[in-house]
């Protein structure tokens, strides 16, 4: 004689609402209410395990760019820092030679700075 394996049996305390829910369902279907009861509990363990999943694959993207993008983003920030340190030498520069030249450095420098700041203010195209 075959061994049989008894499965497992979960007992469980409703509302009435769940309950005639439940049964409602059951009605619809055709079925009987514990196999219903199955059915959703299978449905919502497969939903879990699904989100489960989606989080781990998010997961591993997120850490995938981070670790694609971070070398474009330290190359991006020693460009800048090459930039300013280049625009401090370069403006350092041109007000000795405007000093030198016998102007007030100081006042060239607040007119230059508000047209740049204008002109970085205007909208591409609105020459």
Not at 32 to 60: C, F, H, M, P, W
Not at 81 to 101: D, L, N, P, R, Y
Request: positive net charge; proline residues 2%; without cysteine.
């Amino acid at each position: 004689m075959p061994k049989t394996t008894k499965k497992p049996e979960i007992r469980l305390t409703v509302n009435h609402e769940i309950h005639n829910g439940l049964k409602a369902i059951a009605n619809r279907r055709g079925e009987a209410l514990n196999d219903v009861i199955r059915s959703i509990l299978s449905e919502a363990i497969a939903k879990e395990a699904s989100q489960d999943g989606i989080d781990y694959v998010s997961t591993v993207l997120r850490q995938t760019m981070r670790d694609i993008l971070r070398p474009v983003e330290e190359r991006l920030a020693k460009i800048n820092a090459k930039t300013a340190i280049t625009s401090g030498t370069a403006m350092f520069m041109a007000m000795q030679v405007i000093e030198e030249a016998g102007y007030d450095s100081h006042s060239v420098y607040q007119q230059a700075r508000k047209k740049a700041a204008a002109y970085l203010a205007e909208k591409e195209g609105g020459d």
